[in-house]
């Protein structure tokens, strides 16, 4: 359960009869708990205008297509050591996609304080979700909005690259049905695309900050 939100997330972690790591939403309603038929829809709604630090990942939970939104907060610290805050992702990960961008592409977070939130209260554990949280933390960094009808997933290497990921029409189908109209991706998901998405394969972040971005202060 989520005491902040009116929806159960049950999952499913050993299934003799079928898959695991599958996910049901239920709405708590006042006649009890009923199924959200979109899951997707449900953690979008209370997605308002696009504003700096806001970045739609487009993710798979079992078989599930699932579009959540990743925010990101960049503060200048007022400690000798800059916080890192993270609810619904893995810390660890965070960590390593800061010193991604601070060793390979210069920019810089030491300085500052990084808080990331996935709305909705899920949680994220897939490694596709690197490109949209990089987006959203070069977004707040930048204080620049990104596309509002854009999505994001790819997996981020040591050096920078993105790799290919699973799934990439199961994903950009759900995002095409929501209105998004533009995913960045890594280059084989250009083959799997769904009718009213625009594809702009990235092959690293440098190409995706170029691409999205344009010239930053690094």
Request: hydrophobic share 50%.
């Amino acid at each position: 359960g989520e005491r902040g939100h009116q929806f159960r997330i049950l999952r499913a972690v050993k299934n003799r009869f079928g898959p695991a790591d599958e996910i049901g939403v239920f709405e708590m309603t006042g006649a009890g708990l009923a199924e959200v038929a979109n899951p997707s829809a449900l953690f979008l709604s209370e997605r308002g205008a696009p504003h700096p630090g806001s970045a739609v990942f487009a993710g798979v939970e079992g078989t599930r297509p699932l579009l959540v939104e990743i925010q990101a907060l960049v503060a200048p610290t007022a400690l000798g050591t800059a916080r890192r805050t993270v609810v619904g992702w893995d810390s660890g990960r965070l960590a390593m996609v800061i010193a991604v961008l601070e060793a390979r592409f210069g920019i810089g977070f030491a300085d500052r304080d990084v808080y990331l939130n996935v709305a909705g209260g899920l949680r994220v554990s897939e490694p596709a979700a690197d490109l949209a949280v990089a987006a959203a933390l070069i977004s707040a960094r930048e204080d620049a909005a990104l596309p509002a009808e854009a999505v994001f997933f790819g997996e981020i290497g040591l050096s920078g690259a993105l790799r290919p990921i699973a799934q990439a029409g199961t994903r950009l189908r759900e995002a095409a049905k929501l209105g998004f109209r533009t995913a960045f991706a890594p280059p084989p998901a250009a083959t799997g695309g769904a009718e009213g998405i625009a594809m702009r394969p990235v092959a690293d972040l440098e190409a995706f900050i170029e691409k999205c971005f344009g010239t930053i202060d690094r």
